[in-house]
Nanobody, 124 residues
Framework: QVQLVESGGGLVQAGGSLRLSCAAS????????MGWFRQAPGKEREFVAS????????RYADSVKGRFTISRDNAKNTVYLQMNSLKPEDTAVYYC?????????????????WGQGTQVTVSS
């Protein structure tokens, strides 16, 4: 089992920045890929970014490319999502997720473990 805890959400004005963290505990000795997803009210959970265990491959949703950066520190069992140039449409609950293996999927159904989420609100 792996437990994931997100932090770093909050209220920010449009154009501002936030950095989300996702701390993993439990069976962290295994290799796992990580992803960030988000869900706005009334919408389905959507892919934001993912990163392989090695950190050498990342993927992003088109809506966040060039603004968000995913990274990881395996020594700290932590994954980060740096969010710059935030827009009101980025407002959502952000979740991190983990899946064993090297591949970092795009679909939520392919992830094994989820955090509780952290709220990000961007005001206009």
């Amino acid at each position: 089992q792996v437990q994931l805890v997100e932090s770093g959400g909050g209220l920010v004005q449009a154009g501002g920045s936030l950095r989300l963290s996702c701390a993993a505990s439990g069976r962290t000795s295994s290799r796992y890929a990580m992803g960030w997803f988000r869900q706005a009210p009334g919408k389905e959970r959507e892919f934001v970014a993912s990163i392989r265990w090695s950190g050498d491959a990342t993927r992003y949703a088109d809506s966040v490319k060039g603004r968000f950066t995913i990274s990881r520190d395996n020594a700290k069992n932590t994954v980060y999502l740096q969010m710059n140039s935030l827009k009101p449409e980025d407002t959502a609950v952000y979740y991190c997720a983990a899946v064993y293996g090297s591949v970092a999927p795009l679909r939520p159904s392919e992830y094994d473990y989820w955090g509780q989420g952290t709220q990000v609100t961007v005001s206009s």
